[in-house]
């Protein structure tokens, strides 16, 4: 496709559940950026992937989550024994390399409830 | 590490009215800087950027901003808000010099527009 693609756009889960967020993002955009927005909270970093070279996981709230990339195209985000302050909205987002780099194209979510 | 100030998490103004939205940044080299949008549902999409060019900068919709290295302010101003404005305004900044790596985002002002 044309944009940034995320799945699902609503995801509801039990407290303790894992779940797993998908990002594909826009062909030929080698890095890739996991966000977090929470109400009131802005947009908290999660996890970087540029190319081969090893993330930036320097935003990854704890243990619980982890992310890949496999085939330096699609993206997954888990969350591991999901509690109820995950509860948001995951945002993928997707960039070329380039001068402007930084120009980030933007997923349209995955609004994730933990009940 | 870079940060940026949103002042102000909502505005309102009455449509016809000037929008002004105030973003500073802190960081002893001037950044990169931009501005996205939010509608409501939809993921963030890209107003306008500051590079290195003009410190006046015009983007889509009619927005415009302003880069002051004296102030560390990048604020972004409309001379005539529409209804259709209505959404999250997001300031963000990039380190100069970094082709690749995250921006850090600003919380966010909610701008209501008023018939």
């Known amino acids: 496709g044309a944009g940034v693609s995320q799945s699902p756009s609503n995801k509801v889960t039990e407290k303790g559940k894992d779940v797993e967020l998908r990002c594909d993002p826009i062909?030929?955009?080698?890095?890739l950026y996991w966000y977090r927005q929470s109400l009131g909270q802005g947009l908290e970093f999660l996890i970087y992937?540029?190319?081969?070279?090893?993330?930036?996981k320097s935003g990854l709230p704890s243990d619980r989550f982890s992310a890949e990339r496999t085939g330096g195209s699609v993206s997954t985000l888990t969350i591991q024994r999901t509690q109820q302050e995950d509860s948001a909205v995951y945002l993928c987002?997707?960039?070329?390399?380039?001068?402007?780099?930084?120009?980030?194209?933007f997923g349209e979510g995955s609004r994730l409830t933990v009940l | 590490a870079q940060s940026v100030t949103q002042l102000g998490s909502h505005v309102s103004v009455s449509e016809g009215a000037l929008v002004l939205l105030r973003c500073n940044y802190s960081?002893?080299?001037?950044?990169?800087l931009f501005w996205y949008v939010q509608y409501p549902n939809q993921g963030l999409q890209l107003l306008l950027k500051?590079?290195?060019?003009?410190?006046l900068v015009k983007g889509i919709n009619g927005f415009e901003a302003e880069f002051k290295k004296s102030e560390t302010s990048f604020h972004l101003t409309k001379p005539s808000a529409h209804m259709s404005d209505a959404a999250e305004y997001f300031c963000?900044?990039?380190?100069?010099?970094?082709?690749?790596?995250?921006?850090?985002f600003g919380r966010g002002t909610q701008l209501t527009v008023w018939p």
């Open positions: 987002a997707s960039s070329s390399v380039g001068a402007f780099a930084g120009e980030l194209f």
């Open positions: 963000a900044v990039k380190t100069r010099g970094s082709t690749l790596g995250r921006l850090y």
């Open positions: 500051y590079t290195s060019a003009a410190t």
């Open positions: 960081s002893s080299v001037p950044p990169y």
């Open positions: 992937f540029q190319g081969n070279s090893a993330p930036d």
């Open positions: 062909s030929g955009h080698t890095a």
